[in-house]
């Protein structure tokens, strides 16, 4: 069983397109987050849900926005992709304030 | 406020060498650290924690052992595999916050 599942695992997109990731996790954590890693394997932290609330927002550009229809689920959804939105975007989850758990990736390509 | 600085790669040693890499903090609070492993194509898993000064995380034939004296929580391997090539990322989690990861080091293992 997978703990934190993503989709798709690769995404090859137009620029000015809008997209969206999914995210499920199966652990019964309270909390979300979304990671996006560079080419150079950096990581930086975009999102973070609890409870359904938003409660970190790092400086990202407001195409990208988190959905979160239920505890288990938290989307991100780009709008009007850019080429340097090309990365590889995690979502991860954890339960008070414990170690994360991350999902397999989605290696986002904008052409 | 809250970061991690973890040596810069990439390392590339020969098998059954001893490995260190290097990790120091900055952070408000008592934080818990952590090591994290990706291997190429894959996400983020975690590979020790320590949640208090002087505590030991060991996995694998890792170690790093928390030093709140020098902010540190160095990752160390006696004899390295083959297998163990990978990324190896150094995190933070403050209390009650999100967690921080250092830049991430890849390491190389050569037969």
């Known amino acids: 069983d997978t703990a934190v599942s993503q989709t798709p695992k690769y995404l090859v997109t137009q620029m000015g ?52 229809p239920d505890k288990a689920h938290l989307n991100l959804h780009i709008n009007s992709l850019e080429l340097g939105d090309s990365a590889v975007y995690f979502c991860a989850s954890s339960q008070d304030w414990t170690e994360a758990f991350f999902g397999q990736g989605t290696r986002l390509t904008v052409v | 406020g809250n970061s991690v600085t973890q040596m810069e790669g990439p390392v590339t040693l020969s098998e059954e060498a001893f490995l260190t890499i290097n990790c120091t903090y900055t952070a408000t609070g008592y934080p818990s650290l952590f090591w994290y492993v990706q291997y190429p194509g894959e996400g983020l898993q975690l590979l020790l924690k320590a949640t208090k000064a002087d505590d ?56």
């Open chain 1, 17 to 68: 397109n809008d997209k969206s990731i999914k995210c499920e996790q199966n652990l019964g954590h309270d909390t979300m987050y979304w990671y996006k890693q560079d080419s150079k394997k950096f990581l930086k932290i975009m999102f973070s849900y609890n409870n359904k609330e938003l409660i970190i927002n790092e400086t990202v550009p407001n195409r990208f926005s988190p959905k979160s």
């Open chain 2, 56 to 111: 030991k995380g060991s996995n694998k034939g890792f170690e790093a052992t928390y030093r709140k004296e020098t902010t540190s929580f160095h990752l160390e391997k006696g004899s390295v595999q083959v297998s163990d090539s990978a990324v190896y990322f150094c995190a933070l989690l403050p209390n009650n916050n999100d967690m921080r990861f250092g830049a991430g080091t890849r390491l190389t293992v050569k037969p």
